[in-house]
C-alpha cells in the first residue's frame, strides 16, 4: 500500500514539473483502425461513491482496456458496485463477463481522494485481487490507469502500459515542441519549444530524464533534459554533428554518434558529458546505436557493407556482426525490453515501413502498409510499437501490436507529429 | 572591429577604388566595381550588412554570395560544376585567415532521420575537404549536418528533393557576428 503511495506522490512532483514548463494546447486523439481476434471479456461495473469522480477513474478505465484491442467490453448495467459488494458470479458469467471490477472513489476527511477497486473471475468465482490509491483530483487518471494495468495484467499475464507516458515532437507554425503525454495522449506538456527541430528524444530507464538532439545551435547537438526540474545540459557538443543519444541500461552512460574524427562513429559519453571513448570504427557511416535491454549488445545501422543494414556488436566491443540481410535500406533498430524482437524500418518498393524481427528464429515480418514509416519505439511491455507515420501528408504517430493485428493511430489536428519514444514503466 | 575593416580595405585596394572604406553602418548603395580586361576579379566591397559580414560575401551581385552546392541523389561528391562555387570561398578564407566557416549538409527526406543526418554530414565533409584541399585551413572550416530537417523546400517530390540534397556554407567574421 505505502508503495503505491509513494508512486503516486512520485507523479504528482513529475507532472508539477511539467505543467510549470507550460500546457500544450494541442491534445492526441486516437483512433482505433484495428483489434485483436480473441478479446476477452470483461465488465467494469459503475464505481460507487463520489459520482462524477468515479465517472472520471471507471472512463479511463473501460477506455484503456477498450484501446487495447485485447478486451471486449460487456455491459455492466447503471447499478453502482463498490470493492465489497457482494458478486453474483453466475449472473456476470451469464451476462458474457469472464471478469467483472467493481469500486469506489471517495474523498478523505484531508481532501484526498481514495480509489478503491477489486477484480473477480467470474468463472471460477473468486476475487483476483484488488488495490486502494491515494491520490488527488489532478491524478485520478492516473488512478484508473494504474486499475486498467492491474487489470491487463491479472487477464493476460503480461504487464499494462497505461500508466507509461510517451514523448514526441509536434511541428506546428514553425515551432518544434518536445511534448510528454500519457500513453494514451491525454494530459501532454511541453517540456521544450525551439524555433529549430528537435529530434531522436530517448527516455533514461528511471523516466526521468530525455535525451535529445537539438539543432538551436545552428548543428545537431546531444542534450539531456531533467523533466521536473526542465534543467537541461549539453551532454556532446563536438567539432561536427552530434546526435542519435541511446542510453545505456544503467542508466550512466549514453551511446552516442559523433563525427568528430571523420565519418558518424559510434562512442559512449557519461550523462554529464566526459569520458568520451569510441564503441566501434568503420569506413562508413555507423549511428542510430540503441543498447540491447540486458545491456550486452549494441545494435546500430551502418553502410561498411555498402547499403544501409542493422549490425550489432558487444557493448564492450569487438566484431560487428550483420544482423538484417533482405533488401537495401534497412535502419533504425529497436530492441524489445524482453530481448526477443527486434523493430526496425525497412525500405520495399521505395516504400519505409516498419518490421520485426524475432531474434531466436531470424524471421522477419512487415507490419504495416505503409509509404513513410520511422522512428519506432517499443512499449515497455515489449507488445505494442510506436512509430511515425504519414497520412495525406501529415505526420502522426501509430501504435502497431507485434503481430500487426491492432493498430491505434494518434494524431494532432494542429500539426505535425513525429519523433515519438514510449518511456519505461513507472518505478 | 578594427579588423574587420581589412577585408573591406583590400577588396577596395584591388578594384582601385577609393581608399578611404565606407563607414560600417553605410546602408547606401555598393560602390561598383570598374572591370576592364585587367583579370582582376570583380568584387564588391561596401561595409558591413546586417549580419556584421563584409558586403562581398552576401551581397547578391558578389561570386562569394553564392553559398549552396547541390548534389545528386545518393552522391555525396562536390559536381565539376560547383568546383568553381567551392574555389571562390577557398580564395576568401585564404586571403582572411580569421574569418570562419561551418558547412551544413542536408538530404532529402526520404528515410530515416539520423541515417539522413550521418548522409548530410558526408555531404558537408565533401565540401570541407574541397576546401582544405585549396588552401583553407582546418580550423577555419566545421562540416555539421542538418540532415532532412531543415528542407529549403518542404514540398514532395523529386524538384523539391533535388534543392534539398544541399550543403551550405555560412560565414562568420572575426569578431563573432556573423551567419553562426
Known amino acids: 500500500m505505502s508503495r503505491n503511495i509513494s508512486r503516486i506522490s512520485r507523479r504528482v512532483f513529475l507532472c508539477f514539473g511539467l505543467l510549470t514548463a507550460g500546457m500544450a494546447q494541442a491534445q492526441l486523439s486516437i483512433e482505433i483502425t484495428g483489434a485483436g481476434a480473441n478479446r476477452i471479456p470483461v465488465s467494469i461495473a459503475n464505481f460507487a461513491g463520489d459520482a462524477a469522480l468515479s465517472r472520471i477513474v471507471v472512463g479511463t478505465v473501460r477506455a484503456d482496456l477498450e484501446r487495447s484491442g485485447l478486451f471486449k467490453l460487456i455491459d455492466p448495467g447503471s447499478v453502482g458496485m463498490d470493492e465489497n459488494s457482494p458478486v453474483d458470479h453466475a ?127 545552428k548543428k545537431p547537438m546531444v542534450y539531456v533534459h531533467s523533466l521536473s526540474s526542465g534543467q537541461r545540459h549539453i551532454v556532446a557538443n563536438f567539432k561536427g554533428s552530434n546526435s542519435a543519444p541511446a542510453w545505456a541500461p544503467d542508466g550512466r552512460k549514453l551511446a552516442v554518434v559523433l563525427s568528430k574524427d571523420g565519418n558518424s562513429q559510434l562512442y559512449s559519453v557519461n550523462v554529464d558529458g566526459s569520458g568520451v571513448q569510441r564503441l566501434a570504427q568503420s569506413a562508413g557511416i555507423d549511428t542510430e546505436p540503441r543498447y540491447s535491454a540486458d545491456g550486452a549488445h549494441i545494435y546500430f545501422t551502418s553502410d561498411r557493407g555498402g547499403s544501409p543494414q542493422i549490425y550489432r556488436i558487444e557493448s564492450s566491443g569487438g566484431a560487428a556482426q550483420r544482423v538484417t540481410f533482405e533488401g537495401s535500406y534497412n535502419v533504425s533498430p529497436r530492441p524489445s525490453a524482453d530481448g526477443k524482437s527486434l523493430a526496425f524500418i525497412s525500405r520495399r518498393e521505395g516504400r519505409f515501413q516498419l518490421a520485426v524481427m524475432d531474434l531466436s528464429s531470424r524471421q522477419v515480418q512487415v507490419l504495416t502498409d505503409s509509404n513513410k514509416d520511422e522512428s519506432p519505439s517499443f512499449a515497455p511491455n515489449s507488445r505494442m510499437i510506436l512509430i511515425a507515420t504519414e497520412v495525406g501528408g501529415r505526420g502522426l504517430l501509430s501504435a502497431v501490436s507485434i503481430d500487426g493485428r491492432i493498430k491505434q493511430r494518434l494524431s494532432i489536428a494542429a500539426g505535425d507529429v513525429r519523433e515519438p519514444a514510449w518511456g519505461p514503466f513507472l518505478k | 572591429m578594427k579588423k574587420l575593416l581589412i577585408p573591406s580595405l583590400l577588396a577596395a585596394l584591388l578594384v582601385g577604388c577609393s581608399t578611404t572604406p565606407l563607414p560600417e553602418d553605410s546602408t547606401g548603395a555598393p560602390v561598383e566595381s570598374r572591370t576592364g580586361g585587367t583579370g582582376v576579379a570583380p568584387v564588391v566591397a561596401g561595409g558591413l550588412d546586417a549580419s556584421g559580414l563584409p558586403r562581398e560575401l552576401t551581397d547578391k551581385n558578389s561570386p562569394l554570395s553564392q553559398r549552396s552546392i547541390y548534389f545528386d541523389l545518393d552522391k555525396y561528391d562536390v559536381k565539376s560544376e560547383y568546383q568553381g562555387v567551392v574555389a571562390n570561398h577557398a580564395k576568401y578564407l585564404v586571403a582572411n585567415p580569421s574569418f570562419k566557416v561551418l558547412i551544413q549538409g542536408n538530404t532529402d527526406e526520404r528515410g530515416s532521420r539520423e541515417y539522413n543526418l550521418s548522409l548530410g554530414q558526408k555531404r558537408a565533409d565533401a565540401v570541407k575537404r574541397s576546401l582544405t584541399l585549396l588552401g583553407a585551413k582546418e580550423a577555419q572550416v566545421e562540416s555539421v549536418s542538418l540532415g532532412e530537417e531543415k528542407p529549403k523546400n518542404a514540398g514532395s517530390g523529386e524538384e523539391a528533393w533535388s534543392e534539398n540534397r544541399r550543403a551550405d556554407i555560412l560565414y562568420r567574421a572575426p569578431d563573432g557576428r556573423g551567419e553562426f
Open chain 1, 91 to 217: 449472473d456476470w458469467k451469464g451476462r458474457g463477463a469472464d471478469a467483472l471490477a467493481a469500486g469506489s472513489v471517495v474523498r478523505g476527511a484531508d481532501g484526498r481522494l481514495e480509489a478503491r477497486f477489486r477484480l473477480y473471475d467470474t468463472q471460477k468465482g473468486v476475487a483476483l485481487g484488488g488495490m486502494v490509491f491515494v491520490t488527488d483530483t489532478a491524478q485520478l487518471r492516473l488512478a484508473g490507469h494504474r486499475i486498467a494495468d492491474f487489470i491487463y495484467e491479472k487477464l493476460t499475464g503480461e504487464r499494462g502500459v497505461f500508466s507509461t507516458r510517451i514523448a514526441y515532437v509536434v511541428k506546428s507554425r514553425g515551432q518544434f515542441m518536445l511534448q510528454i503525454a500519457d500513453a494514451d495522449g491525454q494530459g501532454a506538456a511541453t517540456a521544450l519549444t525551439s524555433t529549430e527541430p528537435i529530434i531522436s528524444p530517448v527516455w533514461s530507464p528511471d523516466g526521468s530524464k530525455l535525451a535529445y538532439v537539438s539543432f538551436e545551435k
